[in-house]
């Protein structure tokens, strides 16, 4: 049996998969309240990993990790030569372009101000919609830019709504639903594909014995 190194995102999601993990009888050794930044199983042939979440697709991506577990909202801002695997339940969240009341977000004529983390999706969006846009990268408090005329609007992440209500703005349109990931990188999912499937029936499936469904595993 190959050794598997998965690498998981710290924060919300890092607590998240530990509880999906820690559900099939995996990550027992894993202690999110450490500093430790690498949990070794010896017994399973596991190790996990600790990063940043924008951290999560590189370190799949050059073989450092095998698999991972990131948002889909990483995905699809950085983008990378890995495989997606299976959604997982948790991490639901959605995209949504918001702003000020009555805010027209569908100017054909003019060039549409959008303040957000997440450029490069943002770009998508508008694009596929016509509107000409300028796009302001923010690295946090994106719902201050309408609030000070920095931006027209914003496109985030929202969860409750309840930063943007009590700022005064509110959902102009829902854009799209995102949510927690796994992911492979593609050389470890040809070599260790038996171990790799073991992990996605076992969070798939939610059963509990590694390595009786690792020696199902064709």
């Given at each position: 049996?190959?050794?598997?190194?998965?690498?998981?995102?710290?924060?919300?999601?890092?607590?998240?998969?530990?509880?999906?993990?820690k559900g099939v009888n995996l990550a027992n050794n894993v202690d999110l309240k450490s500093r430790k930044l690498i949990f070794e199983?010896?017994?399973?042939?596991?190790?996990?990993?600790?990063?940043?979440?924008?951290?999560?697709?590189t370190y799949v991506?050059?073989?450092?990790?095998?698999?991972?577990?990131?948002?889909?909202?990483t995905i699809l801002e950085q983008g990378g030569n890995i495989y997606e695997l299976l959604d997982l339940p948790f991490g639901e969240c959605r995209f949504a372009v918001a702003g000020y009341k009555g805010k027209k977000i569908n100017r054909k004529d003019e060039v549409l101000k959008v303040a957000t983390k997440y450029p490069k999706i943002t770009v998508d969006y508008f694009a596929e919609k016509g509107?000409?846009?300028?796009t302001i990268k923010l690295n946090g408090s994106v719902e201050l830019a309408p609030l000070v005329g920095l931006s027209d609007v914003?496109?985030?992440i929202v969860e409750t709504g309840n930063t943007l209500k009590a700022n005064g703005l509110?959902?102009?349109?829902?854009?799209?639903?995102?949510?927690?990931k796994l992911i492979a990188n593609r050389v470890s999912y040809r070599f260790k594909a038996k171990e790799i499937n073991a992990i996605q029936t076992l969070l798939r499936d939610g059963r509990e014995n590694f390595d009786t469904v690792y020696s199902q595993s064709k």
């Open positions: 049996m190959n050794e598997l190194t998965i690498a998981l995102a710290k924060g919300r999601l890092a607590e998240d998969a530990y509880n999906v993990f199983d010896k017994d399973q042939r596991l190790r996990f990993i600790i990063v940043k979440p924008s951290d999560v697709i991506e050059q073989g450092v990790a095998d698999i991972g577990v990131v948002g889909k909202d509107q000409r846009i300028q914003i496109v985030d509110e959902v102009l349109e829902e854009m799209f639903e995102v949510r927690a």
